[in-house]
T-cell receptor
């Protein structure tokens, strides 16, 4: 089944404790992206990648890191999480820039 | 800056009736793509429909259709014969051609309730 897989689905952590949210797609998509969803704000892009080893900042990159060492994987790293990073996070992938994204199931992150 | 606006935070519709969700956007680009996504309580984001700005014909997908008014920069979603399973958050989104990195710009969302 073609899909984007994110893990974990739920995560509660403490301020400052490094964490990684994994994302993997099995559709051989070139484009991958991370979004965060907050009430009333819709989804905002954090980072994106157009291919292996090619990543760049989106609208709200502060406090996040990403890497794209393999085409299928695009992990999101929070080096020192803070409470304002409490949010719902989505990984997504796309074959081309105008085709529309396939989204993962989301990761609900709470930082206390 | 490119923006997408959904002015209706909540809408409700009676089962089997028709409802229209509004979306407006602001861009100076002539080439772009517009999308509607559905987010049910499971929180999965599901692509509902896609419109290419250079096509005048409105996109349709079964009970879902759009009213694309390029001059007015409006992209509304019409749901016909509403079903209980249509209850969800709906997000309008756009990809503008000058956006590096394939970024989708999202509106704030409209919560649709379907009454039996």
């Amino acid at each position: 089944e073609a899909q984007v897989t994110q893990n974990p689905r739920y995560l509660i952590t403490v301020t400052g404790k490094k964490l990684t949210v994994t994302c993997s797609q099995n559709m051989n998509h070139e484009y991958m992206s991370w979004y965060r969803q907050d009430p009333g704000l819709g989804l905002r892009q954090i980072y994106y990648s157009m291919n292996v080893e090619v990543t760049d900042k989106g609208d709200v990159p502060e406090g996040y890191k990403v890497s794209r060492k393999e085409k299928r994987n695009f992990p999101l790293i929070l080096e020192s999480p803070s409470p304002n990073q409490t949010s719902l996070y989505f990984c997504a992938s796309s074959l081309t820039y105008n085709y529309g994204y396939t989204f993962g199931s989301g990761t609900r992150l709470t930082v206390v | 800056a490119q923006t997408v606006t959904q002015s209706q935070p909540e809408m409700s519709v009676q089962e089997a009736e028709t409802v229209t969700l509004s979306c407006t956007y602001d861009t100076s680009e002539s080439d772009y793509y517009l999308f509607w996504y559905k987010q049910p309580p499971s929180r999965q984001m599901i692509l509902v429909i896609r419109q290419e700005a250079y096509k005048q014909q409105n996109a349709t997908e079964n009970r879902f259709s759009v009213n694309f008014q390029k001059a007015a920069k409006s992209f509304s979603l019409k749901i016909s014969d509403s079903q209980l399973g249509d209850a969800a958050m709906y997000f309008c989104a756009s990809h503008f051609s000058d956006n590096a990195g394939n970024m989708l710009t999202f509106g704030g969302g409209t919560r649709l309730m379907v009454k039996p």
